[in-house]
């Protein structure tokens, strides 16, 4: 039987810029997925590449890396991934908003980034078919985007071309193991062995963990996005809202999963607006979303209808929402707000790479990282928040 020097399950970003890394130094890479190439919300995703208020701190740092290593990844994957720079509105609601938008856009400046915080007039003219009802402002900004599938067949192409194996369609479903050592992943059409093994599940990694009886308190919303035809709208920017109602239901489902157990979580919707424009001029927006452990397939009949409605909301002029297609994905997240990061104790050749709630701005990093983590490598960041163990809930 072939033995690899690492086995990588799990094709979405976090799999597959690890795979890539460890690939590109030579060693002999099997990335493994339950279903295709990057099947999970790596490929369901709305595009940006955002702080996301960050700032201050090791994930700050990662990010700026990162950002730098993505204006150099068409040059070394050796093909266009759709990175540029974009402008951003966050629109901000109420005073207290403002207040913190004002901190952080003051972080951002001294840092060298492009912030400010703007009045309604001015937003107005950034803006002008937008409905300004109950707005104060926003934070204007300029951040990134890039294209996922281009950045998922980048890496997949150029890994391929060093040497790693694909094995799709080829659920993980345990491990052969003695007391600290990880011998084999097991899937549905046989097992794999390596030295080495990265499990890179995102919202799918607690239920593959606990066939080693550890319970990783990794759970996972559930968010639905939708594109649509113009509908006579132009816009100049990305527009989102400040601190949307999603990062407070993520907290509460984190703070219920944890007291009453993930299985018995109430379910918890939350609807949010994010909205671009594509490059076809279509728009993309998002994002309703939902807490419930059982993962469903297609968008709810209400999803649609809130997110069709909140674009005529937030665009009066906007016609008949002539929906192109909708999909609706898990997104992985830990109560603490924190990947996990680390090798996975008792086991030293198993490294998790999880729960990135909003993993496109740190791709390129966590690769490096990663597979410096599985080299013995020296890395210049205390990663020991990220431990995967902090929990440490055996079952
Ligand atoms: C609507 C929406 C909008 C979003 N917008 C943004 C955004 O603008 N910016 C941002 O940063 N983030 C955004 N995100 C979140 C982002 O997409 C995720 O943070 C990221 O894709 C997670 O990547 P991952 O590699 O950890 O997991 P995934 O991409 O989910 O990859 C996990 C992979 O593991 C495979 N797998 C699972 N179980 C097994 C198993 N047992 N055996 C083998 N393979 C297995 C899956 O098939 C999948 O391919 C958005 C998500 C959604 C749904």
Request: with cysteine; net charge negative.
């Amino acid at each position: 039987m072939k033995t690899y020097d690492v086995a990588v399950i799990g094709s979405g970003l976090v799999g597959l810029s690890t795979a890539y890394e460890l690939a590109k130094k030579g060693r002999k890479v099997a990335l493994i997925d339950s279903l295709g190439l990057s099947a999970g919300a790596s490929s369901a995703n709305t595009s940006l590449l955002l702080f996301e208020g960050v700032t201050r701190g090791m994930i700050f740092d990662l990010c700026v890396e990162s950002i730098e290593s993505y204006a150099n990844m068409a040059e070394e994957l050796g093909g266009d991934v759709g990175f540029e720079t974009a402008k951003m509105i966050c629109y901000i609601k109420n005073e207290e908003n403002f207040a913190e938008a004002r901190r952080m856009s003051d972080f951002y400046v001294e840092n060298g980034f492009e912030y400010d915080v703007v009045d309604d007039s001015t937003l107005h003219k950034l803006e002008p078919e937008l409905n300004m009802e109950g707005m104060l402002g926003a934070l204007y900004f300029t951040q990134w985007k890039m294209d996922p599938l281009r950045v998922v067949y980048a890496y997949f192409t150029r890994a391929r071309e060093y040497g790693m194996d694909w094995y799709p369609h080829n659920k993980a479903i345990g491990f052969r193991k003695n007391n600290e050592r990880i011998l084999g992943v097991i899937t549905e059409k046989g097992t794999i062995q390596a030295e080495q093994y990265v499990v890179a599940t995102g919202a799918w990694t607690r239920e593959l963990m606990l066939t080693l009886n550890i319970d990783i308190p990794e759970y996972y919303i559930q968010g639905a996005a939708l594109v649509a035809e113009r509908g006579g709208i132009s816009l100049n920017n990305v527009i989102y809202q400040f601190e949307p109602t999603r990062v407070r239901m993520e907290q509460r489902s984190g703070e219920l999963a944890m007291e009453l157990g993930w299985e018995n979580i109430p379910k918890l919707v939350a609807s949010e607006f994010v909205i671009l424009q594509d490059s076809h001029g279509n728009l993309v927006s998002a994002q309703s979303s939902m807490v419930t452990p059982e993962i469903v397939n297609a968008v709810p009949p209400e999803f649609l209808r809130d997110m069709a409605a909140n674009i005529k909301l937030h665009f009066p002029k906007f016609g008949v929402c002539k929906v192109i297609r909708s999909w609706i994905c898990p997104i992985p997240f830990v109560p603490d707000g924190k990947p996990f990061f680390g090798f996975v104790r008792p086991y030293n050749n198993l490294l998790l790479a999880s729960g990135f709630a909003s993993v496109l701005i740190m791709t390129p990093i966590l690769g490096k990282l990663a597979s410096s983590l599985l080299e013995g490598e020296r890395i210049s960041y205390d990663l020991s928040s990220f431990d995967p163990c902090r929990f440490e809930k055996v079952v």
